[in-house]
Nanobody
Framework: VQLVESGGGLVQAGGSLRLSCVASGFSFGEEAIGWFRQAPGKEREGVACIYSRDGSTDYADSVKGRFTISSDNRKNAVYLQMNSLKVEDTAVYYC????????????WGKGTQVTVSS
């Protein structure tokens, strides 16, 4: 199983970024794909999750209305569109594969850094 993230970077508060995750090595359409994040000194937090088979999604309250998760099953890819970014969104963002949006991930990407400046 391999998950490769891209799209992180530095952005000003109020700006937008789009993260991408390309998955391989498992049945993409049968699993849930999600994004976690970890800020310095804080625990990892589940941000968003999608069931690629039907497109249903789940979001943390802290990002609802600002972040959108989507998938492209032809490309085995999942995206996280992040709008209205806040300084507190600064973290390393990890793409994860999990049996459901409520299960522990069974695979993690290496992460991509998102830094939001004030």
């Amino acid at each position: 199983v391999q998950l490769v993230e891209s799209g992180g970077g530095l952005v000003q508060a109020g700006g937008s970024l789009r993260l991408s995750c390309v998955a391989s090595g498992f049945s993409f359409g049968e699993e849930a794909i999600g994004w976690f994040r970890q800020a310095p000194g804080k625990e990892r937090e589940g941000v968003a999750c999608i069931y690629s088979r039907d497109g249903s999604t789940d979001y943390a309250d802290s990002v609802k209305g600002r972040f959108t998760i989507s998938s492209d099953n032809r490309k085995n890819a999942v995206y996280l569109q992040m709008n209205s970014l806040k300084v507190e969104d600064t973290a390393v963002y990890y793409c994860v594969a999990r049996g459901s949006c409520f299960a522990e991930p069974f695979s993690w990407g290496k992460g991509t850094q998102v830094t939001v400046s004030s």
